[in-house]
């Protein structure tokens, strides 16, 4: 299984997430932008995934719940920024449980020999949001989410 890295260089407002995926660009890519298949990797696995908007254009909200077994509900929301393609992708980011923490995150998809690239740079507003980001389980989320897209891309191909 691939690794999933994360860094945050001390003193700046970036989170910056690289992984590999052994499948093509527009395959990663098509698992970003349909609901029905965002929903099934996006997060831990042992919350359920709402997606209530996704309208991957220019200018166009987006929001998803994760929910607890208990009923216990984590939103997030954002906009995109310029229309996605499968060279990458903008948006901001914010978690409603931290109001008025908003990053702006740029994907990009990167093919390599019939295998992606994923990069996301993740800009805060500060480090100390930056930081609140990382204390709140954030890698651990990316890392599981990630290995569950795996699962996911190996489903697509086969099928």
Aim: glycine share 10%; aromatic share 8%.
């Amino acid at each position: 299984m691939a690794t999933t890295k994360v860094s945050a260089e001390p003193g700046r407002p970036f989170i910056d997430v690289e992984r590999e995926f052994d499948a093509p660009r527009e395959l990663v890519f098509r698992c970003h932008m349909e609901p029905e298949l965002l929903k099934q990797w996006l997060g831990p696995g042992r919350l359920e995934m709402i997606v209530e908007r996704w309208e991957p254009r220019d200018g166009s909200a987006w929001r998803y719940v994760n929910r607890e077994a208990d009923g216990t509900e984590y939103g997030f929301h954002g906009v995109f920024h310029g229309d996605p393609s499968p060279e990458g992708m903008v948006q901001t980011f914010e978690f409603e449980g931290a109001p008025g923490h908003v990053s702006l995150d740029t994907v990009t998809f990167e093919e390599r020999g019939g295998r992606t690239i994923l990069r996301i740079h993740s800009v805060h507003q500060t480090v100390e949001a930056r930081d609140a980001m990382i204390a709140a389980g954030m890698e651990s989320g990316v890392v599981e989410g990630y290995d569950r897209l795996d699962e996911v891309l190996q489903g697509l191909a086969a099928a």
